[in-house]
């Protein structure tokens, strides 16, 4: 399906995001394994949280939804004791339902087999199947161990301490959701810090897990189920903060975010660029900060995207090359090669594209430059079947002169449900 996308002289209104992905999808797994019934409001309606209530629902777990309006289930806890499924269980396009179910499902007394459509048919999977293997699981994968579909037999686990190659939240929560049946400790520690959910919800649910620094340490734990609002995703904010921040008339206020300090990255970014961004603190939902953002047309400067900082920005990463576009300078994003493995090549598709549209920027083995600030103009586009690509050529697309036509707009539907409908209510959009 494609796209188009026009200019608009004004950017004004309030924005509900949905549900934050990354918890909705901890929300599930980690109630579904409790003792007890919890309900959890405000689940992402997106693709790849739906693939994991399919194959949570495949292993015996009964998730109801409550009332007519998406978003609110009622799941009663296993307790660990899932069910053989009697068929292959398909995470889709999710990489985290993937990686996060293959944690789980090593240790279930009983054979799993785990696939995903092509592109997660292609993403890695030695980094989790190595460590899996060393705590006893018995795992295979495909060209080696290295990718989908993956055959789990599971049975008793060791813990072990584990120093992560890379920094990457799914790996670190396969690993701790592996040793809440294991014997023994599981310690696992991070190169540089990535988000946090998956141990601020064990710990609100009860688990063993002791936090040090950048080490987490669990041991074999009963869960109990817990109630939890789903907050805001801030990734799905960060598109409405660029574009707001790069239209020259704009104001923004964007309702109820997640503002866990291991997401918060895009917003010190887009702060060091000169953004204009107001933060009101909310309550606290399920061990997790909230708070309500503004964000107004801003002079917006060049910055440097490096090191610690990229595993905190990584989803953020192809819409912040769109607002460096932008910016007076060169910005710099480096250390990102990470980005070349998820469900497009990040580096490569986003410089592609921009570049098509008139930006000054160039491909880096672990990054990008991007001299700014540019006019971009509008033209055909492609979405790679990846969602963040989409929705940051949108922006872009709305920041362009003239219109900007994207081919595999239906992507964006992975995430963010209701994104064309939300950028038509505060500009103009129109299907090809």
Request: aromatic share 2%; glycine share 10%; hydrophobic share 40%.
């Amino acid at each position: 399906m494609r796209q188009r996308v026009l200019p608009s002289p004004r950017l004004e209104g309030t924005v509900v995001l949905p549900g934050d992905k990354s918890i909705s999808h901890r929300s599930a797994i980690l109630n579904a394994l409790a003792q007890g019934t919890a309900t959890v409001r405000n689940y992402s309606p997106g693709a790849d949280c739906t693939s994991t209530l399919r194959c949570l629902r495949a292993l015996g777990v009964r998730i109801q939804q409550e009332g007519a309006a998406p978003g609110t289930l009622v799941i009663e806890g296993a307790n660990h004791r899932l069910q053989e499924p009697a068929q292959v269980l398909n995470c889709g396009n999710s990489g985290t339902t993937l990686r996060l179910l293959s944690g789980v499902l090593a240790s279930q007394p009983f054979l799993s087999i785990l696939t995903g459509d092509a592109s997660l048919r292609s993403r890695p999977m030695a980094r989790i199947i190595a460590p899996l293997q060393q705590m006893g699981a018995s795992i295979q994968g495909r060209k080696g161990n290295t990718l989908p579909p993956l055959v789990i037999r599971g049975g008793p686990l060791s813990g072990i301490e584990y120093q992560m190659p890379v920094a990457s939240a799914q790996l670190k929560s396969c690993l701790l959701l592996a040793g809440l049946l294991a014997s023994g400790t599981t310690v696992v520690h991070e190169l540089a810090p990535s988000r946090d959910h998956t141990e601020q919800m064990l710990r609100v649910m009860g688990a063993r897990i002791d936090l040090r620094g950048r080490s987490a340490a669990v041991r074999a734990s009963e869960l109990q189920a817990t109630d939890i609002r789903v907050p805001g995703d801030i990734s799905a904010a960060a598109f409405w903060l660029v574009a707001a921040a790069a239209h020259p008339n704009a104001r923004l206020r964007i309702q109820g975010v997640g503002l866990n300090p291991t997401r918060t990255g895009v917003l010190d970014v887009l702060k060091a660029m000169g953004a204009v961004i107001t933060v009101s603190s909310g309550p606290e939902e399920g061990g997790e900060p909230t708070g309500d953002l503004v964000v107004e047309s801003s002079e917006l400067r060049a910055t440097e995207i490096s090191g610690e900082l990229v595993p905190n920005v990584q989803d953020e990463i192809p819409v912040l090359a769109v607002a460096a576009c932008f910016a007076r300078g060169t910005t710099t994003i480096r250390n990102a090669e990470e980005l070349r493995v998820k469900e497009s090549d990040r580096i490569h598709t986003t410089v592609t594209e921009l570049r098509h549209m008139g930006a000054d920027i160039e491909e880096l083995k672990d990054g990008m430059l991007i001299r700014g600030p540019v006019k971009l103009n509008g033209g055909a586009c492609r979405g790679y079947r990846d969602h963040r690509l989409v929705m940051a050529l949108a922006v872009a697309g709305l920041l362009a002169q003239g219109e900007t036509v994207i081919e595999g707009g239906e992507h964006a539907d992975v995430s963010y449900p209701g994104f064309w409908e939300q950028l038509h209510a505060l500009t103009r959009i129109g299907q090809a």
